[in-house]
Nanobody, 121 residues
Framework: QVQLVESGGGLVQAGGSLRLSCVVSGRSRNLFPMGWFRQAPGKEQEFVGAVSSTGTNTKYADSVKGRFTVSRDNAENILYLRMSSLKLEDTAVYYC??????????????WGQGTQVTVSS
């Protein structure tokens, strides 16, 4: 089993920055590609970004490209999501997930509990 615990969410003004962390524990934790998803109230869950198991490759949703950066520290078993130039529409619960490099949530095997990010005007 792999356990994922997110942190770093909170309230931030539009235009500001925030960094989310996801601590990974359990077996084979460094073998999985990983990703971030988010879900806003009343909306479906959407893909944000993903990183390969080595951290070499990344991909992003068009809505966050150029503003968000996904990275990982395999020595510390932590996945990061650096968010900048935040917009009101970035308000959502953010989830980290492990097991795929894809954009479909169904492809991921393990999920964290989520952390709330609220962007205010």
């Amino acid at each position: 089993q792999v356990q994922l615990v997110e942190s770093g969410g909170g309230l931030v003004q539009a235009g500001g920055s925030l960094r989310l962390s996801c601590v990974v524990s359990g077996r084979s934790r460094n073998l999985f590609p990983m990703g971030w998803f988010r879900q806003a109230p009343g909306k479906e869950q959407e893909f944000v970004g993903a990183v390969s198991s080595t951290g070499t490759n990344t991909k992003y949703a068009d809505s966050v490209k150029g503003r968000f950066t996904v990275s990982r520290d395999n020595a510390e078993n932590i996945l990061y999501l650096r968010m900048s130039s935040l917009k009101l529409e970035d308000t959502a619960v953010y989830y980290c997930a492990a097991g795929s490099f894809g954009t479909s949530a169904a492809a991921y095997l393990y999920w964290g509990q989520g952390t709330q990010v609220t962007v205010s005007s």
